[in-house]
C-alpha cells in the first residue's frame, strides 16, 4: 500500500487507508491492470467492509448526480452498467454484471448492500464498486480525489450529527 500523502493527516488511519486503496483499485481498473486491481481489491476487503462499501456508494452517487445534473433515470443506470461491462470485460473476462448492477443499486438506495455483498462474496462486490467508480470518473474525465474525500467528510459529518 502506498503512503497516503495527498490524504489529510488528521484523518484516521481507517479513513486514509480506505482513501489510499480506494485511489489504488481505481488507478489499476483505469488502467486495465488485472494483477494490480486484485491486489488492490483485497487490501480493500481487508479494511472495515461496512466502512469501505460507504464509501464507495458515496463515490458512485456524486458520480452519477454530477454526470446527470437534472436527475437520472433507469435508462441511465443502464447506460453506466452497458458501458462498464463494455470496456472491462476484455480484460477481466471474469466479469461479473450482477455484482455491477448490485453496486449501482446499492449505491442508489435501491437494494440494501450489506445483503447484495453477503450473496455476492465481499471480494466480488469491492472489485465491481471499483470498476463502476473507474467508469464514472472516466466518463467525467475527473480524478478520483475530490469524490473520495467528499465521501469520507459526509460520513464524518454523519458520525458528528447526535440523534435525538
Given at each position: 500500500m502506498r503512503t497516503g500523502s495527498k490524504w489529510p493527516g488528521e484523518w484516521p488511519t481507517t479513513a486514509r487507508q480506505i482513501a489510499v486503496a480506494t485511489d489504488d483499485a481505481i488507478?489499476?481498473?483505469r488502467a486495465a491492470t488485472r494483477a494490480a486491481l486484485a491486489e488492490a481489491v483485497e487490501e480493500l476487503v481487508a479494511l472495515p467492509f461496512e466502512q469501505v462499501t460507504i464509501v464507495h456508494a458515496g463515490v458512485v452517487r456524486a458520480l452519477l448526480?454530477?454526470?446527470h445534473p437534472d436527475g437520472f433515470s433507469g435508462e441511465d443506470i443502464q447506460s453506466a452498467l452497458t458501458?462498464?461491462?463494455?470496456?472491462?470485460?476484455?480484460?477481466?473476462?471474469?466479469?461479473?454484471?450482477?455484482?455491477?448492477?448490485a453496486v449501482l443499486t446499492g449505491s442508489l438506495g435501491l437494494t440494501e448492500m450489506v445483503d447484495d455483498a453477503l450473496r455476492i462474496g465481499p471480494s466480488a462486490y469491492l472489485r465491481s464498486a471499483v470498476l463502476v467508480m473507474a467508469d464514472l470518473?472516466?466518463?467525467?474525465d475527473v480524478a478520483p480525489d475530490r469524490y473520495i474525500r467528499a465521501a469520507l467528510g459526509e460520513i464524518a459529518r454523519?458520525?458528528?450529527i447526535e440523534m435525538p
Open positions: 488507478t489499476a481498473a448526480e454530477d454526470l458501458r462498464v461491462v463494455g470496456s472491462t470485460i476484455a480484460w477481466l473476462p471474469d466479469l461479473d454484471v450482477a455484482a455491477l448492477a470518473l472516466t466518463t467525467a454523519a458520525e458528528t
